[in-house]
């Protein structure tokens, strides 16, 4: 990733994570090297694991906006 405002890059990593809302438990999790949020919200729901069922809708704050169309 870039490193600040500087034109030097340093190695770093971009976590996220779906927490079930009622529970708070973490039910999915992953980590990349994207510099920001954007266009992670598609990964971090498929990395939900099948015990929790379908994912009937999805919370996510403005970070994770995309203009690329959810791909099932």
Do not use: H
């Not at 994570?17 to 598609?42: F, K, M, P, Y």
């Amino acid at each position: 990733m870039k490193g600040g405002n500087s034109a030097a890059f340093e190695q770093c990593y971009n976590a996220q994570a779906a927490v079930e809302v009622q529970s708070r438990l973490i039910v999915g999790a992953r980590i990349g090297t994207t510099g920001n949020d954007q266009e992670q919200l598609v990964p971090t729901v498929r990395a939900i694991g099948p015990q929790v069922g379908t994912v009937a809708a999805v919370l996510a704050d403005r970070g994770l906006r995309s203009t690329r169309r959810w791909e099932k």
